[in-house]
């Protein structure tokens, strides 16, 4: 779970999408706010609820040069 405060210069509709998302391959990790379509704005306290976890990228990475390693053919 993560608190934010966001100055209030910065409305988002209560809609909102947040994601932990990755600055360049193996960068820093940072929450994301995509903003929605309603027509409600979020506000002090509220939660949002549309959310994505992070995706880990050295994990994807990892499986992909492991499957890539079960498809190469034997060695001879």
């Known amino acids: 779970m993560v ?7 910065y409305a988002f509709p209560a809609d909102t999408t947040a994601s932990i998302l990755t600055s360049g391959l193996l960068g820093e990790q940072y929450v994301g706010l995509e903003a929605g379509a309603d027509s409600a704005m979020l506000e002090n306290g509220d939660r949002v609820l549309i959310t994505q976890s992070a995706v880990v990228l050295e994990k994807l990475i990892g499986q992909f040069m492991f499957d890539r390693a079960a498809d190469a053919p034997p060695a001879q």
């Open 3 to 9: 608190e934010l405060e966001i100055d209030k210069r």
